[in-house]
């Protein structure tokens, strides 16, 4: 049976001493645990680097799309575009309007595929406009130009 070691600075019991000795060296040797300040730093800056990029992400999230109105009057005067998401080409336009593409009458031919041959879709996107149709990729322009709508 070990006999009980004491700490002569705080009488504190121990076993062995080794943990007399790792007792000393923790609790009694005068020196204080350094922070680690570049670490702490660190993650404070990143910290708040994800709440400003959400913030930003938000913000803009919640803005109106820069062609809002132009995709909107498009759809008024009847305008559609035949299109299929796997399309690159279909992409392209629709990357053209950004977030304001959920105001243009879209029509997915691989969804729909009686319409679009029914309307003589042959290469995606096609728009239809005034009862014509138009094959590839329209610029902005060009939209507005067929429509009278305003860019």
């Known amino acids: 049976m070990m006999e009980n070691i004491k700490c002569e600075i705080c009488s504190k019991g121990f076993k062995t001493i080794e943990g007399l000795n790792q007792h000393k060296t923790d609790v009694h040797s005068g020196k204080k645990k350094k922070l680690n300040v570049r670490l702490y730093a660190v993650i404070v800056i990143l910290v ?79 728009w239809e406009i005034n009862g014509e149709m138009h094959e590839q990729v329209q610029t902005l322009e060009r939209l507005a130009y067929l429509t009278g709508c305003k860019l």
């Open 48 to 126: 708040l680097i994800v709440l400003f990029l959400s913030w930003t992400f938000i913000s803009n999230s919640k803005k109106p799309g820069k062609y809002d109105d132009f995709a909107k009057c498009l759809t008024e005067k009847g305008a559609v575009i035949y299109g299929n998401d796997f399309c690159e080409y279909t992409r392209k336009e629709m990357n053209f309007f950004g977030k304001s593409s959920k105001y243009l009458n879209y029509i997915k031919c691989i969804n729909n595929k009686a319409l679009c041959d029914s309307k003589g879709v042959k290469l995606t996107p096609t």
